[in-house]
């Protein structure tokens, strides 16, 4: 796969991406990453990126003009430029989830817009980005962290770059619910032990723990996916073992 992010700060994305699984996904030839000042696509002594929004109003606003150079100069060289998904992180556009993330990254080829000040340039939004992405229902200084949220929940989707094929396939999300408690040595730490099932060998007996683990823990933290989930008969019976409201015992003795 080959990212290009477009930002004011290209400096930021080096360190998260210069150490551990992403660096040896780069480093192998799973990923290509480039990264584009937009300031090098102004035409002007000062390399500007901004300037103050039609109307007044507090801050600044990222220009048209260097965006779409940028994005053009990416598309030159691309065999089918209709088709690259141009992709701008802002606060308005459409919730990221791991299916998004899924979604992202069945694509060979993604470019990302980070946007910066109070925004950028209406036009941008209208005429360039193909999707707009936001990480969450909050206000961040700059697209730059959302894009390196979404970066990282999409590379460690791709074939090869985790150590384990099953490991994206068992997180939290990943099918639509969150992920089962995980224990490792020692057994006995401070008294708190390792639930008996894990340690029985019983590989029937632990995926049916497992899998009660996910239902019961996405009912007490996350309770909205149940929703949207496609859960089969024994999730489901246990759903409402789970929610039923047990009946108080009658007293022994009537007063």
């Not at 103050?52 to 220009?63: E, F, H, N, Q």
């Not at 910066?116 to 360039?128: F, K, M, T």
């Not at 994206?168 to 999300?173: A, R, V």
């Amino acid at each position: 796969m080959r990212i290009d992010v477009l930002t004011l700060f290209p400096q930021m994305f080096q360190a998260p991406f210069s150490f551990g699984i992403f660096k040896r996904a780069i480093d192998n030839g799973l990923v290509s990453l480039n990264l584009h000042n937009i300031r090098d696509y102004a035409h002007d002594k000062h390399h500007t990126a901004d300037d103050y929004p039609y109307g007044g109003g507090a801050g600044m606003v990222m220009l048209p003009g260097p965006v779409f150079e940028a994005v053009e100069a990416i598309k030159a060289g691309v065999e089918k430029p209709d088709e690259l998904p141009v992709i701008l992180l802002s606060p308005q556009g459409r919730l990221f989830t791991q299916e998004v993330a899924l979604e992202l990254s069945r694509q060979p080829h993604l470019i990302f817009i980070c946007g910066h000040y109070e925004g950028v340039d209406e036009r941008v939004c209208q005429h360039l980005a193909t999707d707009e992405i936001s990480i969450g229902d909050y206000v961040l200084t700059g697209g730059e962290v959302p894009a390196m949220v979404v970066i990282d929940a999409v590379l460690r989707l791709l074939p090869g770059v985790l150590g384990s094929e099953a490991s994206p396939l068992e997180d939290s999300h990943a099918a639509g619910l969150l992920e089962y408690p995980q224990y490792t040595r020692p057994a006995d730490f401070r008294g708190w032990k390792v639930p008996e099932v894990l340690l029985s060998g019983n590989h029937a007996e632990i995926a049916r723990w497992r899998r009660e683990q996910i239902i019961r823990r996405t009912l007490e933290r996350r309770p909205d996916l149940l929703d949207k989930a496609d859960l089969g008969i024994e999730d489901k019976k246990l759903v409402e073992r789970l929610t039923t409201p047990k009946k108080s015992g009658s007293k022994a003795n009537n007063e």
